[in-house]
């Protein structure tokens, strides 16, 4: 283990590792929340999404649950009246900045999660600690971040970290992937593809690739584009920790 506070020793560590940590809950929350959960074009193996489970119960606070049921209902009412961060109904900016706003009052509605929501895990973990508990992890994430970077920046790490999802994921994914961007097909929603190149956002960049099929564990669509969390999944399929139920031309 680290001395108390020797990872913030160069200015860069700090950095470093915000931006592998967030790339890392980028991926959990695409492989195991959105394409295995939500989706199942994906079936991950125990020994895979436990310690994604208890990677997002450190960094994020999400319960399986709500989050599985709130992308559902997005989908069942993609830009229309019902969708719950539409930014064509709420506005770009609004679901940018205020993404996990929208989401937080998405999954207190009632009947919500009864109905979008099910098929998620129910396991031991899942009842005593990763949902009955979800704020826990974000301490224990909290005090990692202290002992590893000091009282001063280690704070700033974890603030960083408790951001990242409400702006990438919420933010940036269901904003920005709605109003800007290219389209390869022409879908009821506004969807849009971010990039061709879907790296940083564990390959979610592909947004309008999603909508347009949403079972597919594989997002890209034609010859240049890249989903890294594809690359990922055909890692753990390797090792044996994935099987693919459905994937566009795989």
Known sequence: MPGFGLWAARWWMPVLFVV?????????????????????????????ALPMRLWLWLTTAIVTKEWVACHRKHHAFADREGDPHSPLIEGLRNIVFKGAFYYRRAVRQPGMLEKYGKGTPNDWIERHLLSRLNWVGIL???????????????????????????????????????????????????????????????????????????????????????????????????????????????
Not at 20 to 48: K, M, P, S
């Open 140 to 250: 224990v994430m909290l005090a990692l971040d202290i002992y590893l970077f000091g009282f001063f920046v280690g704070p700033v790490v974890w603030g960083v970290q408790m951001l990242w999802i409400p702006f990438w994921a919420a933010g940036i994914v269901n904003g920005v992937g709605h109003a800007l961007g290219y389209r390869n097909y022409e879908v009821k929603d506004e969807s849009r593809n971010i990039t061709p190149i879907a790296i940083w956002l564990g390959g979610e960049e592909l947004h309008n690739n999603h909508h347009a099929d949403p079972k597919s564990a594989r997002f890209a669509a034609r010859w240049f584009e890249f989903d890294i969390g594809w690359v990922y999944i055909r890692i753990l399929q390797f090792f044996r920790l994935a099987k693919v139920d459905y994937a566009r031309g795989h």
């Open 20 to 48: 592998i940590a967030g790339h890392l809950t980028n991926v959990c929350v695409t492989l195991f929340l959105h394409r295995a959960q939500t989706h199942r074009g994906v079936r991950l193996h125990y020994l895979a």
